[in-house]
């Protein structure tokens, strides 16, 4: 498996690429035009000048997580077509400077959700946290005013001002949004969108609801592997495939997620790892990377990836802020880094076990 890491670009990033390089087994970045809103075309020469920054530091530019999707396509408004188009304009210049996956999700108004960005443990380390009694009182807007004061002046994926300042609006719009509608209007875009991404090499990876499960009132179609199953059978290609996140759907304990890996894996072109201490009401927040720290068995996900040969990327996925390292929630550089060596020591165990 190829192991890359997630920068935000030039200036928008606390890590420099020179560092990135110098985790062992790194291959390359994964990264997006996070300034562009959701629905634009991305400029071929926007694309071009990351390649030249990204390529001299010996990384590859092959993962983009996101391009997000305009909420214009999850409501199946009239406009869609638009943005359909102005997607398939992005993949087609994506594709031609190399890009080999993009990430994308289909979660209604809000991407991921936590109720705390810093929340500190006995250790003195702090990480992203979700607790339900929070949210169960909480007025949207709030939480959206709660993350951009703790977030200063580091953009949040996912939180753009940009697509959260007509909360209301937005949230009148999906009154009355079933599972099934969102569902067949994923459908829509997948058949549009899929012979595109074909003919540019590129695969599409749908990254689950995070967490997974409905918050808000909002459907949420990406969050089990019955969702999975429902998605790779609406257009059956390799480039209709899944980011298979854990700690997105580790919170849901029901979620095997080596069993989702022997089951799905030849549609997993990306995968993100880690871990989620997961308590008995169902509050969560990240851990390290090991398994005996969180609820999830990081090293039986590692496994089964071994087992069915995985050689797509990966990327540790969120990490805890320690060592007073000042960063963009969940992305520093030294918890990432470590849980990097983790799983590649779990990968070298595995593979000398079976020689
Ligand atoms: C947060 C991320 C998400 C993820 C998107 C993928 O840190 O895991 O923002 O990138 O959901 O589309």
Request: proline share 6%; net charge negative; glycine share 8%.
């Amino acid at each position: 498996m190829k192991t890359t890491f997630r920068w935000y670009g030039l200036g928008n990033d606390t890590i420099p690429l020179a560092h990135i390089k110098q985790i062992p087994s790194m291959t390359g970045v994964v990264w997006a035009l996070h300034d562009i809103p959701a629905g634009e075309v991305w400029p071929e020469e926007r694309i071009a000048e990351v390649k030249s920054q990204v390529e001299p530091y010996g990384l590859s530019i092959d993962v983009v997580e996101s391009v997000n999707i305009h909420e214009s396509i999850k409501l199946g408004s009239p406009d869609r077509d638009v943005y359909i188009e102005n997607y398939k304009t992005t993949l087609r210049s994506l594709g031609k400077y190399g890009v080999k996956v993009v990430c994308y999700n289909f979660m209604p108004v809000f991407d991921w959700i936590r109720t705390d960005l810093f929340k500190q443990a006995d250790d003195g380390s702090t990480a992203l946290f979700y607790e339900h009694a929070r949210i169960d009182g909480i007025d949207p807007k709030v939480l959206v005013k709660q993350f951009m004061e703790n977030s200063k002046d580091l953009t949040l994926p996912g939180w753009e001002p940009d697509r959260l300042k007509h909360l209301d609006k937005l949230f009148d719009l999906y009154k009355g949004m079933t599972e099934d509608k969102l569902r067949e209007n994923l459908k829509y875009f997948l058949e549009q969108i899929i012979p595109v991404a074909e003919e540019a090499g590129i695969r599409m990876a749908i990254h689950p609801d995070d967490p997974p499960f409905s918050v808000f009132g909002l459907p949420r179609i990406v969050k089990c592997h019955e969702d999975f199953q429902k998605i790779v059978d609406m257009v059956d290609s390799p480039a209709n495939g899944i980011t298979l996140c854990s700690g997105a759907l580790g919170p849901n304990l029901k979620n095997n997620l080596p069993e989702m890996i022997r089951t799905f894996h030849k549609r997993i072109p990306f995968a993100h790892i880690r871990n989620i201490k997961v308590f008995d009401n169902g509050d969560f927040y990240e851990t390290s990377h090991l398994t005996r720290d969180g609820s999830l068995d990081i090293a039986e996900i590692v496994k089964a990836y071994h087992e069915v040969g995985f050689d797509g990327y990966w990327r540790p996925d969120h990490g805890r802020h320690i060592w007073d390292e000042k960063c963009r929630p969940g992305y520093g550089l030294y918890d990432r880094a470590l849980g990097i060596m983790y799983v590649e020591g779990l990968w070298d165990a595995y593979e000398k076990g079976r020689k």
